[in-house]
């Protein structure tokens, strides 16, 4: 059974920095690309960033472009580093994994298989 567990979420004052770890298990991920969502209350999920099976091509969204940056640590481990975070990053943020080998970072939330719970981000003016 595939699970993907987010961790790192919390409260920051804006201008601050969070880092967001999500580590799947019950397959490996080696050869699938990965991604962040997020989704803000009474918006619809959103693109963050994702990132390719072996971590050489990642795309993110342009309004977190400069601040936000995907990486990964194993075949099954992502993590988000967020900076200099701003009110409007408030969110509950989701990992999401592709169930198909050797897909590109995709950005559409129909590219992904897999998805965590979500994990909480505040960010405090």
């Known amino acids: 059974q595939v699970q993907l567990v987010e961790s790192g979420g919390g409260l920051v004052q804006a201008g601050g920095s969070l880092r967001l770890s999500c580590a799947a298990s019950g397959r490996t991920f080696s050869r699938n690309a990965m991604g962040w969502f997020r989704q803000a209350p009474g918006k619809e999920r959103e693109f963050v960033a994702a990132i390719t099976g072996g971590g050489g091509s990642t795309n993110l969204a342009d309004s977190v472009k400069g601040r936000y940056a995907i990486s990964r640590i194993n075949a099954n481990t992502v993590y988000l580093q967020m900076n200099s975070l701003k009110p409007e990053d408030t969110a509950v943020y989701y990992c999401?994994?592709?169930?198909?080998?050797?897909?590109?970072?995709?950005?559409?939330?129909?590219?992904?298989?897999?998805w965590g719970q979500g994990t909480q981000v505040t960010v405090s003016s």
């Open positions: 999401a994994a592709n169930s198909a080998p050797f897909g590109g970072a995709a950005i559409g939330a129909w590219e992904y298989d897999y």
